[in-house]
């Protein structure tokens, strides 16, 4: 298992060791690529998951709608930077708040402002169907929501 060393071998010196693993770690840190994640301007995997949190709150929201008979709605704000989801009873409730990474923009192809998202109890949406844009400085993801049967989906590169 161990060897002894006799006095005319030689090992590594600790010198050669720290310049071996120096000149391995500057060959990796130039191969790994450079990722933006953490920079919502322009990280596209960012951009993505805040896409698919929308569309799995859009898709509760309809959900609830269709069969738990809840009349929940969302609400896409005018400042272009957040979402929320309330439910009417007596008194409006806020579900959910969600508001966008700095960076990320939304946007809507209809000219309510705020846009209001809801269900009927057959899930189309009401007052119909709708495109929502998820932007930030280097790309942009676009929602759909189908006018008659409420489908959400993503277009384009995704």
């Known amino acids: ?40 301007k322009t990280s596209e995997m960012r951009l993505r998951m805040v896409a698919n949190e929308l ?15 809840e009349s929940l709605y969302l609400i896409l704000q005018s400042d272009h930077k957040e979402y929320d989801i309330y439910k009417p009873d007596t008194m409006v409730k806020r579900i959910k708040s969600k508001k966008l990474p700095d960076g990320i923009m939304i946007s809507w192809d209809l000219s309510q402002n705020p846009l209001k998202i809801s269900f009927s109890n057959q899930g189309a949406p009401t007052p119909g169907g709708c495109t929502i844009s998820l932007l930030n400085s280097k790309k942009r993801i676009d929602i759909t929501i189908l006018p008659a049967t409420g489908r959400v989906m993503i277009k384009g590169n995704y």
């Open 1 to 40: 298992m161990w060897r002894v060393l006799k006095a005319n071998e030689n090992g590594l010196t600790l010198i050669e060791l720290i310049t071996v693993v120096s000149i391995f770690s500057i060959i990796v840190l130039i191969t790994v690529p450079k990722t933006d994640f953490f920079n919502s």
């Open 55 to 69: 569309i799995s709150d859009i898709r509760y929201v309809q959900y609830k709608n269709i069969h738990e008979n």
